[in-house]
């Protein structure tokens, strides 16, 4: 059988690729000194101060999660893949979870005072679960993405992650300004 017509099963896609499926029988990972993320996989190495990323941060933050550690030669190199979080023990998920929070710092907007589009940026009087804000995200269709039915997520000058849930949500006059530079 040729590998165009194995069946698409995850496994096989993740294998055809070359990336290596994490999985809980196959790879321990845990806290070692100072706080750093380890990981041990069956058959191989440990690898020592690893960090996650996530492949497809907005349509599925639990899953799908790369595993990274840096050589000796400073290059960046991938463990493998976590499809699925939930399949590990509660302790590593916990883990995972407290370092991706570290890497990545969403904002949740519930209000919008303000939008001004200046020099092809947009800066934005906006009201999150930390309290006032304002951020700056240069006008682009490549900065605003989908997020569920009828969310967006904004992506400001820094690669912040500021979150509208549900636009149909905010209060009328939010809704009209977010709308005058966020349409599509």
Known sequence: MSDTTL?????????????RRLLPETATIFEGAFSLLHCAVKGDQMYRGVFAVLMF???????????????????????????????FPKETQTLIQAVLKKQYHEHIIHRV????????????????QRGRQEFIMPWRHDRAEDFGAE????????????IVPDVLALPTKDQRRFTNFIYW
């Open 7 to 19: 069946p698409t099963t995850s496994d096989n896609r993740l294998s055809i690729t070359g990336v």
């Open 57 to 87: 941060p907005i349509r599925h933050p639990d899953r799908y999660i790369s595993l990274r550690y840096t050589d000796e030669k400073d290059k960046v190199g991938e463990i493998g893949v976590i499809e699925n979080l939930s399949a």
């Open 113 to 128: 005072y303000g939008v001004r589009h200046e020099f092809g940026l947009l800066f934005f009087d906006v009201e999150t």
């Open 151 to 162: 969310g967006k997520v904004l992506l400001d000058v820094n690669d912040n992650r500021f």
